[in-house]
């Protein structure tokens, strides 16, 4: 794979490689238009610069990272725990990086890749929409856990990924509402114009009413903002406190995260609401807190643990050349607790 060098790139734009270190230092002296041809061609190409010549000599250094889109999210905090453990059993160091909510995961993974020398990489949470093209521009394997299902679009032997089938499980946890009785169900979702977790959630609570004949109606889903993480209890809260103001009619609030899923109730018990016995709330995730949270909230449980260690053997096996890529989806858990309620 045709990874460039500053050479490369002075060559291919025809100028020097201090005029190409200049445009990537934002040095003044240089010309606009040949600034821009080059921080271009370096953008088409994926040269990213190497910030430290030691990393030189990592080569052959032991080490994976860890990319972590949404980490206002607690769940990735055990799945990030038992990844590390893992690693320290096959004597690999994990590199830890966050990447904001406004950041592109594959272009953050380039530059890590570059400079830290890596053997792996393991996507947590983020967007499933890289093209092809760009996804080869990774010269070492990945794996994206916790995505069950990633866009036909990418080939599936250009990656691996772990998960739960997402879309599946969230009508599941719909299909038990409206076993209960609920028709009116709200949806606190996040990300829902992306190709991510929460989309195809969101999907699945479509696909549920559909299949019960339930029309859906736009007014009652509600996104969360893009000014805190998505993910997060306060966000929630804020979206929820949105649907409470809002005016419309609902029974029960489904959020695509129990974090958002807990937010969501402590705006519904401020606003004189009881949980369950007025509005039912489900979450997805299964984080320890939910079951010691008052009301214990109803949630779809995610294998944590079987994820993480999967994930990392997932990756040291192709990293050996022992397995080619591989797509494994894991089965979720209904944990039924008191946040809600059967209705007449």
Do not use: W
């Not at 499933?128 to 599936?156: C, Q, Y």
């Not at 993480?308 to 040291?316: C, E, N, P, S």
Request: glycine residues 6%.
């Amino acid at each position: 794979m045709f990874e460039p060098t500053i050479k490369d790139i002075a060559k291919i734009c025809g100028v020097g490689v201090s005029t190409v270190s200049r445009a990537i230092n934002n040095h003044p002296d240089i010309n606009p238009e040949t600034k821009e041809k080059i921080m271009n061609t370096i953008k088409e190409y994926g040269y990213v610069p190497n910030n430290s010549a030691r990393n030189l000599k990592r080569v052959d250094a032991k080490a994976i990272a860890v990319l972590v889109k949404g980490i206002s999210n607690p769940f990735f905090a055990n799945m990030i725990k038992v990844i590390e453990k893992e690693c320290k059993k096959k004597h690999y160091s994990m590199e830890l990086s966050h990447i904001e909510t406004d950041e592109d995961e594959v272009d953050a993974a380039l530059k890590v890749v570059k400079e830290k020398r890596l053997r792996g990489i393991i996507f947590l949470g983020g967007l499933f929409s890289h093209s092809d093209e760009k996804l080869r521009k990774l010269n070492v394997p990945f794996v994206f856990s916790t995505a069950g299902s990633i866009p036909e679009n990418i080939s599936k032997n250009q990656y691996s990924n772990i998960g739960v089938d997402d879309r599946k499980e969230s009508a599941r946890m719909v299909d038990y509402l409206i076993g209960l009785g609920h028709e009116k169900i709200a949806m606190v979702v996040a990300e829902a114009d992306e190709e991510s977790i929460g989309k195809l959630r969101l999907e699945g609570y479509f696909e549920s009413l559909q299949a019960h004949n339930i029309a859906i109606n736009p007014k009652l889903v509600f996104q969360t903002s893009d000014d805190i993480g998505h993910f997060s209890m306060e966000n929630g809260y804020l979206t929820t406190k949105k649907l409470i103001e809002s005016g419309e009619e609902f029974t029960a609030v489904y959020a695509v995260a129990d974090a958002l899923a807990i937010g969501a109730i402590r705006a519904l018990l401020e606003s004189g609401l009881r949980v369950p016995e007025d509005v039912s709330v489900a979450g997805y995730d299964g984080i320890d807190v939910s079951g010691y949270i008052s009301p214990s909230l109803t949630t779809i449980r995610q294998p944590v643990e079987e994820m993480a260690k999967d994930t990392v053997k997932l990756l040291f096996d192709i990293i050996a050349g022992k397995k080619d890529h591989q797509h494994i989806t894991y089965d979720g858990e209904l944990l039924v607790r008191e946040s809600t309620k059967e209705i007449g």
